[in-house]
C-alpha cells in the first residue's frame, strides 16, 4: 500500500502539453475591446513578451519547457501524489482516491508553476518590472517569488477585501521583495474611477487586473503578468496533470474522474488538459473531468458563453468565455482566488463542448468537505481547494452508493494556512452560503457588449 | 460622556412566569398566582457589565421603573430625569421616553417585552435609537439584544454604534390569550447592532452598511423588473427603498403595489389585493422577512394571505433581505396560516442580498406536514424566487 508515489527529479516533464493542438474546432480569437475585431501579436506585445504571445496562439501540441526553468522547478517538483487511504476508509468507499499535492511549492500552490516561466520570458525580453493581480494572494505571493528569482521589480495589485483578510500573504510578497497595493488603488486611471464609483468595494479579481494591465501598459520597462485564464497560464500548469498521468502509471492506474477547483481555470486546466487530450484523442474517451466552482460565482454552471471583456475596465481583449459579465462583483466569500466573473476560454470550450463538466458548491458544503479531508489525512487546504475536495467527496460517496471503484484523482492545489480566519469562521457558524441569483441571470448577462 | 436613558417594566415578564401569555392589563392576576418581578434580575445583569464605565451617564426614571436596579447594579453615575408614583404604567413609560429624548439622550436602553418597545416607540419614534434587555413574555420586535450580557456588549463598545432596522411588532393582547397569535408591524425602529464592531473580525470578509446594501438590492430588483408584470411589495424598510429606487413613495408598514414604475395601489389590505391580482394577468411579490425571528409571511405582512400567495405563486416571492438582517436569522419562517402551503416553500429559500447576490437560508418545516405534504404529492421546491 503505498501512499506516496513520487517520480525523481529527472522526470520533471520537459515540455508543456498544448491542449489547443487537439480541439476539434479552433478556438475564437480574442478580439479588440474597441474594433471588436482579432488582435494580433502586435496588441499584446505593450504588455507581453513574444515568447508567451507566442505560446498564447500556438497549436503545436508540445512546447519545451526552458532548462533554466526546470532548474528552479526542482525546488519542489516533482510534487508527491498520495493514495487518500484514510480519507477512503473514513468514506467506506470502494473508489480509489488520488491527490496531487501542490501546496509543496514555496508560496504553497500550484501558481508557481506558470509564475517561473512567465518571469523568466520576461527578463529573458528585457523586461525589468511586473506589474500584477492578485485575488487571495496565492498568485502574487507566487509571482513575487519568481521576480525575485529574476531580480524583477513587482507590483501586486490585491483585491481589497483579500488584502484585509489575508495580511500574511502580503507580508510573503514582502519577504520576497516585491510591493503589494490593495485594489482599487489611487494610483491608477481605473482605480480611482472605480473608487469614485464605489469608495468601499471590496474590490474584485476584474478590478485589479484592469489596474496592473493600465500599469504595464504606461511604463516601458513593464510588463502585465495574469496568474490564470490566459492559454499560457493554462498551458505551464499542465506539469500537474503530466506528472499525475505518470504517478498514476508506476501504480498501474488510470483515473475515472479528474476534479479541480475553478476560479480562472488554471489548476484545473493543469491537472485536467493532459486528461482531456487523452479523452479527445479517443484514448481515454470516457474519463470524466469535473471543475468545482462556488454557487456564490458560477460561471462555468451558470454563466453564458459568449465574448466578454477579462477586466473590469475594459483593457483586456474581449474572450469567448464562460461569464458572468465583466462588471459582476462577486461577494466577498473565504474562497477568493475563485472570485472570478469569466473563465479560461480553453477550459470555457471544454466545458461547452461537453469535454468537461462543471458543478457549485455553496461555502459551508465546502468547509464541511475540508474540515475531513484536515481530519483523515492531515492537510488543512486553501478555501479554494476546498472545492475540489469537495468534489471528490462526492464523487467517492456516489461509488459508495453504486458500488463502483472508480479511481479519483484530484489537484490538491495550495495550503489554507493563511486561511485560518475562514477556518474560524466556519466554526463559529459564520459562513454565509452565497449564491448567485440563477433565475436573474438574463438581467445579468445583459450588460455584457454585443458583437456582431 | 454618552448619555444612556434607562427604564423597567418592573412588570415585564410576570405574566409569562405564571401561564398569562402576556402582562399587560394583568398584573394583578399574575401577582395573585405568586408571579414576582424579574425584569430588575434581568436588567441587573446589563447593568452590573456597565458599573465601571466612565464613559457613560445614565439618565433613569425613579424608583422600580430605573433607580432602583442601577443602585443594586452598583451604578454610581446616573441621574433621575422622571419620577412617578404608584403602579408603572405604559403612560410613564411614554413620558419617561420623552423626557430622556428632550434631555439629549444618545440612546434608550429598556427592559421589557414588545409592550415596552412600542410605547416607548409612540414616544420618540425613529428619533432615537432603542435597544432592549429581552424580558417580557412576547418579544417579537428585533429591537433585543439576544441576551442581557449582550446588551451591555453593545452599549460598551467604543466604536461608533452601527445602527439597523429593527421591527417593532404589536400582538394583539386579548387573541393571543385565546390561543391565536395576530402580529402586525407597528414601526421600524432604529437599534445599535453588532456587526461592526465584532462580525467584521471574526467573519473576516466584508460586509456593507445596511444602507448601501439595501441600495443594492433596490438597484438589482429595479432592474430585474419585467414591463406589464405587477409587483406587490410588502412591508419595511428594504421594499421601502425598492420603491425610492424606481421613483415611487411607498408606505412603510403597508402592502402597495407597482406596475411600469408608477404605484398602483397602496396600504391595501387583503380584500383590495385580492381585488387588485384577480385584474392582473402576471404579479410578484417582493417580501422581507419580519420581526426578530424573521417571518417571510404570517408577522407584519398578513395582508399577504395564502390565498393571495397561491393567486401569485410561490415561484413568484422574491424575498429579499440586508446582510445584517439575515445574519441575525439564521432560520427563515413562513406561517401563512395555511400549512400545506408552508410546507410548499421547500426546506431553502433564495434571498436577495445585495446585487446579483443572494444568499440560500433554511425555513423551518414542521416535520409533520412536510411528510404530509410529500405523501400527497403537492410538494414544490421553489429554490428559485422569480420565473
Not at chain 1, 128 to 139: L, M
Not at chain 1, 196 to 221: C, F, H, Q, W, Y
Request: glycine share 8%.
Amino acid at each position: 500500500m503505498q501512499t506516496k508515489i513520487l517520480l525523481d527529479e529527472d522526470q520533471i516533464p520537459k515540455r508543456w502539453y498544448n491542449v489547443q493542438a487537439d480541439l476539434k474546432t479552433p478556438l475564437d480569437p480574442p478580439l479588440h475591446p474597441q474594433t471588436q475585431k482579432p488582435i494580433g501579436p502586435e496588441d499584446l506585445s505593450a504588455i507581453f513578451p513574444m515568447d508567451l504571445i507566442r505560446q498564447e496562439v500556438t497549436t503545436d501540441r508540445y512546447i519545451d519547457i526552458p532548462e533554466e526553468v526546470q532548474e528552479v522547478f526542482r525546488l519542489w517538483r516533482p510534487s508527491p501524489l498520495y493514495r487518500a487511504f484514510r480519507l477512503e476508509k473514513f468514506l467506506k468507499t470502494p473508489a480509489k482516491i488520488y491527490y496531487k499535492w501542490e501546496g509543496v511549492s514555496p508560496a504553497g500552490s500550484h501558481k508557481t508553476n506558470t509564475s517561473i516561466p512567465q518571469a523568466y520570458y520576461n527578463m529573458k525580453a528585457g523586461i525589468e518590472r511586473i506589474a500584477t493581480e492578485t485575488g487571495a494572494g496565492q498568485w502574487g505571493s507566487a509571482m513575487s517569488f519568481a521576480t525575485m528569482l529574476y531580480d524583477l521589480e513587482c507590483t501586486v495589485y490585491m483585491v481589497r477585501s483579500s488584502y484585509t483578510q489575508k495580511p500574511y500573504r502580503k507580508s510573503m510578497m514582502h519577504v520576497w521583495g516585491a510591493e503589494c497595493i490593495p485594489s482599487p488603488s489611487t494610483r491608477t486611471n481605473a482605480g480611482r474611477a472605480m473608487l469614485e464609483k464605489d469608495p468601499d468595494t471590496p474590490g474584485s479579481l476584474g478590478m485589479a487586473i484592469s489596474e496592473a494591465v493600465e500599469d504595464a501598459a504606461s511604463r516601458k520597462n513593464t510588463n502585465y503578468a495574469l496568474g490564470s485564464v490566459l492559454n499560457h497560464v493554462c498551458l505551464h500548469q499542465t506539469v500537474i496533470g503530466l506528472e499525475c498521468r505518470e504517478q498514476l502509471a508506476m501504480v498501474d492506474d488510470y483515473p475515472d474522474v479528474v476534479i479541480g477547483c475553478v476560479g480562472g481555470g488554471s489548476n484545473f486546466a493543469g491537472i485536467s488538459f493532459p486528461f482531456a487530450g487523452d479523452k479527445l484523442s479517443g484514448k481515454h474517451k470516457d474519463v470524466d473531468i469535473i471543475g468545482a466552482e462556488p454557487a456564490s460565482c458560477p460561471t462555468l454552471t451558470k454563466g453564458l458563453f459568449t465574448y466578454d471583456l477579462a477586466d473590469e475596465a475594459g483593457y483586456t481583449p474581449l474572450l469567448k468565455m464562460f461569464t458572468l459579465g465583466h462588471d459582476f462583483v462577486p461577494p466577498s466569500m473565504h474562497a477568493g482566488g475563485l472570485r472570478y466573473h469569466g473563465d479560461s476560454p480553453i477550459v470555457s470550450r471544454l466545458v461547452h463542448d461537453g469535454v468537461m463538466r462543471a458543478v457549485s458548491y455553496h461555502q459551508g458544503e465546502v468547509f464541511d468537505a475540508a474540515q475531513t479531508f484536515a481530519r483523515t489525512e492531515g492537510i488543512i487546504v486553501a478555501p479554494e481547494t476546498s472545492h475540489a475536495v469537495k468534489s471528490a467527496i462526492d464523487e467517492a460517496l456516489a461509488c459508495k452508493k453504486t458500488g463502483e471503484d472508480k479511481t479519483i484523482l484530484f489537484n490538491c492545489s495550495g495550503h489554507g494556512n493563511f486561511d485560518m480566519s475562514a477556518y474560524d469562521a466556519y466554526y463559529e457558524g459564520k459562513l454565509v452560503d452565497y449564491e448567485y441569483p440563477d433565475a436573474l441571470i438574463k438581467e445579468a448577462i445583459s450588460r455584457i457588449p454585443k458583437i456582431s | 460622556m454618552r448619555r444612556i436613558g434607562f427604564l423597567i417594566n418592573p412588570v415585564a415578564g410576570m405574566g409569562g412566569a405564571v401561564g398569562l401569555k402576556g402582562t399587560d392589563g394583568n398584573v394583578e392576576e399574575a401577582r395573585r398566582r405568586g408571579a414576582l418581578p424579574e425584569a430588575q434580575n434581568r436588567a441587573k445583569v446589563t447593568l452590573a457589565l456597565l458599573a465601571r464605565e466612565s464613559g457613560i451617564m445614565f439618565v433613569t426614571c425613579s424608583g422600580p421603573m430605573g433607580e432602583d436596579a442601577l443602585v443594586k447594579a452598583g451604578v454610581q453615575n446616573y441621574q433621575i430625569l422622571y419620577h412617578y408614583r404608584g403602579d408603572s404604567s405604559a403612560r410613564n413609560t411614554r413620558q419617561a421616553a420623552m423626557a430622556f429624548k428632550n434631555a439629549g439622550t444618545d440612546l434608550i436602553m429598556f427592559c421589557g417585552g414588545d409592550g415596552t418597545a412600542r410605547d416607548i416607540f409612540d414616544a420618540i419614534g425613529r428619533d432615537l435609537p432603542i435597544l432592549g434587555i429581552p424580558a417580557g413574555v412576547k418579544m417579537y420586535s428585533a429591537v433585543f439584544a439576544i441576551d442581557p450580557i449582550t446588551a451591555a456588549e453593545l452599549i460598551r463598545s467604543d466604536d461608533e454604534p452601527v445602527l439597523r432596522d429593527s421591527e417593532i411588532m404589536d400582538i394583539d393582547e386579548e387573541a393571543y390569550r385565546a390561543g391565536q397569535l395576530k402580529v402586525r408591524l407597528y414601526g421600524i425602529a432604529r437599534t445599535p447592532g453588532s456587526e461592526g464592531k465584532v462580525q467584521i473580525h471574526k467573519q473576516v470578509f466584508e460586509e456593507r452598511d445596511e444602507e448601501r446594501a439595501k441600495m443594492e438590492i433596490s438597484r438589482f430588483i429595479h432592474e430585474i423588473m419585467i414591463p406589464d408584470v405587477l409587483y406587490v411589495l410588502g412591508a419595511g424598510t428594504t421594499t421601502e427603498a425598492i420603491a425610492r429606487d424606481i421613483g415611487v413613495n411607498k408606505t412603510l408598514l403597508g402592502v402597495d403595489a407597482i406596475k411600469n414604475g408608477s404605484t398602483v395601489a397602496t396600504d391595501m389590505n387583503e380584500k383590495t389585493l385580492w381585488d387588485l391580482l384577480r385584474q392582473e394577468h402576471e404579479a410578484k411579490i417582493i417580501i422581507s422577512p419580519i420581526g426578530a425571528q424573521g417571518f417571510i409571511l404570517g408577522r407584519g405582512n398578513q395582508q399577504i394571505s395564502a390565498r393571495i400567495v397561491r393567486r401569485v405563486g410561490c415561484g413568484n416571492i422574491i424575498v429579499v433581505a440586508t446582510p445584517h438582517k439575515l445574519r441575525e436569522t439564521p432560520v427563515l419562517y413562513v406561517d401563512s396560516g395555511d400549512s400545506v402551503l408552508d410546507a410548499e416553500f421547500g426546506d431553502t429559500v433564495l434571498v436577495v442580498s445585495g446585487y446579483q447576490m443572494a444568499q440560500r437560508k433554511r425555513i423551518y418545516q414542521n416535520e409533520t406536514i412536510q411528510r404530509k405534504v410529500k405523501s400527497s404529492g403537492t410538494h414544490e421546491n421553489p429554490d428559485r424566487p422569480v420565473t
